[in-house]
């Protein structure tokens, strides 16, 4: 399905982009001027586009008939599986009817945490890689947890739906073009959720700080940046049939750049009044990783794909400017970046959570700190005037349920957060935080960014996965009862 332009048409694209060049910096008054974007697209590489089939509606806001028991079916429980079945058995209104792996040893282990939790044990499924497909048609589950490994996600995804169940899939949830359109149609045409896990969108210091960009304190926010930045030195030798470094090894691009994405498309209200137009990519040559590749199997690695670090520049329709970077082989400290720089303000995370802020804005704020009259932009607030502002800030999920996230654990909280928000809205038949066209978003980097890389950093368009309901929804919000 993917459908990108030929070699030789890419030598007449290149001579075009020099002839853009010329014509931007000749006539344009301003670089994010509608004429300067519409130069930009006569040279960008274009992926298809599937028709919506007549009858079809998209599934902005979809929402299903309440469920007063959810019954739910984990398949995957290596690494990251088991936390999920723990988190669930905290939930109340929670059933686990079935566990799933191809190790039965992992199905067995994922039931003692029902037992300690004095839940009646699930059913286990176990044995091999289809095992799975017994699992997805069965009549009594309402929500597929998926947490294998990357290219089995979009399959059982596809097949939950078909096989009338609601579908909650780590991440990345899809590794392809071919398999986000399919997860999307899907979801379209049967109607049932289909929601990315990604748990960085709940942690304590991004969602305040989108609480903070939504009331405005931050103004416009212009420019974003996150990254997926952990050396996983302690991990390869522990994933399933080596899967991860293998995906590494085999391609080149972000493979991971969902933690980094989600979190600053929420505040850009990404598909909810803005879309991302246009991606470019560039890569370090693959040097720790083809080292590492070669001393975990014992043999030289020539042929690792994934560079040591990438970057990917994204541009959105209302000119504004995502940057995302990943690197898990570099002995660097573990970092999303996670930066929101606006008009008015500015938040970051990583390496030291801070805010920056117009002193004008602080005013109302209930602070002792005698300085607030000197504050200025050019430097963070002090420890206290934060503090103040993460918890004048805090949203409503952490009033409700902080602290026993907090308890529960999983990532400081944040996956007990996710989990919880998703049976809290299955439960009471709300939208779901993340619809199938942010995992189409915050998944498409990897292909895209791909496609740039491989084309000589060429910019990608990005596609408009809604397919024109772009702009329908205004503004990002989590739904509650009341
Ligand atoms: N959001 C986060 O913070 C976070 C953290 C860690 C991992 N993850 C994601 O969770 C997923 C799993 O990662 P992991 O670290 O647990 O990997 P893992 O290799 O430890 O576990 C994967 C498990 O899936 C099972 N599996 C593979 N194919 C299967 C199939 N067809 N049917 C049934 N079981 C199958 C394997 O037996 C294995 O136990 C990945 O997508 C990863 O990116 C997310």
Known sequence: MKKIFTTAKLVMVSSMFAMAVSVVSCGSTGSSSKSNEQE????????????????QKNVLGLTNAPIETLRVAVIGLGMRGPGAVAALTNIPGVEIVA?????????KKANTILEKAGMPK?????GDTSIWRQVTALPNVDLIYCATDWKSHATIGVQAMKDGKHVAIEVPSAMTLDDIWALINTSEQTRKH?????????????????????????????????AYIHELSGFWKSYWEDWRLDFNRKNRGDVYATHGMGPICQVMNIHRGDKINVLVAMDSKPHRGPQIASELYGEEVTDYKAGDHTTTMLKTELGKTIQIQHDVVSPRPYSRMYQVSGDKGFANKYPVTGFALD?????????ENPDIENLNAHGFVPKDVKEALLEKYKPRILVEIGEEAKKVGGHGGMDFVMIYRLAYCLKNGL?????????????????????SLENGYAPVEFP?????HWNDVKGYKQVFVD
């Open 359 to 367: 002193a004008t804005d602080l005013k109302n704020l209930d602070t």
């Open 99 to 107: 566990l799933c792996d191809v190790l039965e040893k992992n199905t």
């Open 40 to 55: 930009q697209r006569s040279y960008t590489i274009k992926t298809e586009i599937p028709v919506r089939p007549a009858g």
């Open 464 to 468: 408009d996965f809604t397919r024109g």
């Open 122 to 126: 699930a059913k286990e499924f176990f």
């Open 194 to 226: 289909c929601m990315q896990l990604e748990n960085c969108v709940y942690d304590t210091f991004e969602i305040t700080t989108l609480n903070m960009a939504q009331q405005g304190l931050f103004g416009e926010v212009i420019h974003g940046e996150g």
């Open 431 to 451: 939208p779901l935080d993340m619809d199938v066209y942010d995992l189409a978003e915050w998944c498409a980097v990897t292909p895209l960014s791909a496609i």
